[in-house]
């Protein structure tokens, strides 16, 4: 089975602090993905990666940054958190470029003070 | 960027009941899919549908890829309390500047009643 490993299921920063999601897949995926999911939105992507040290933004990067050293590694990673970075933060994983399969893992729920 | 507009938002029915859902879009897509998302855990793929006209079923769930390529819907036959989570339909633009994005639709939470 794919297994997509989240470092932290829940989390509490103060504003300004910097703060790393770690996301690990197992199934040498090419592609892997950050989604922010709030009540109502859906699942909105902040960046996306093809490939190793590949990235590109999604639609909503301001305020994150992402880095892919390893291929089964991708990190989200907030500069200075702030409260309306308060969410849900889910990463996935899939095997290529045009498959809608993806893998989630069981996301990381960020609380900003 | 693309936007799906997915309803309703939110569904209570008793056990038994029938369910239907639907999503459109101003963008046509390749392929259309349906997730679940469980509490506590991320969405997970129920059925994927790649021809415009598409009926595909999987158990009591039945999807359909409209003709236009703008819309598709959900059906959930005698719903059972395990069907309690959020339902989320996704579009995919395969190749070109978009390299394969998934855009998701708002989410439908359903809760089901014994």
Redesign the interface.
């Known amino acids: 089975d794919v297994k ?1 490993t989240q470092s932290s299921r829940y989390l509490v920063k103060r504003t300004g602090e910097k703060v790393f999601l770690e996301c690990v897949q197992d199934m040498d995926h090419e ?1 892997m993905f950050w ?1 922010r999911q709030d009540p ?6 902040i960046y ?1 990666s ?1 490939d190793v040290k590949m990235k ?1 933004k ?2 909503i990067p301001e305020g994150y940054s992402v880095s892919r050293e390893k291929k089964e590694r991708f990190s989200l990673i907030l500069e200075s958190a702030s409260t309306n970075q308060t969410s849900m933060y ?1 990463c ?1 994983s899939r095997t ?7 893998f ?4 990381s729920r960020l609380t900003v003070l | ?1 693309q936007q ?1 507009n ?1 309803s309703p ?1 939110s569904m209570f029915i008793q056990e038994g009941e029938d369910v239907s859902m639907n999503c459109t879009s101003s963008s046509i897509f390749n ?1 259309w ?1 349906w ?1 679940k998302q469980e509490p ?6 129920l059925i ?1 549908l790649y021809k415009a006209g598409e009926l595909t079923s999987n158990g009591r769930l039945t999807a359909q890829f409209g003709i236009t390529r703008k819309d598709s819907f959900l059906n959930i036959s005698a719903s059972i309390p395990s069907d309690v989570g959020i339902y ?1 339909c ?1 579009g ?1 633009i ?2 070109g500047t978009s ?9 439908t939470i359903l809760t089901v009643h014994p």
């Open positions: 997509v592609n989604y109502g939105l859906g699942l909105r992507l996306f093809y590109e999604g639609d889910l996935a290529g470029a045009n498959t809608g399969e993806l989630f893992g069981e996301g | 960027g799906l997915q938002q392929t899919l997730y506590g855990e991320g969405p997970v793929l994927a989320f996704a995919l395969a190749g390299y394969g994005k998934l855009t998701f639709g708002q989410g």
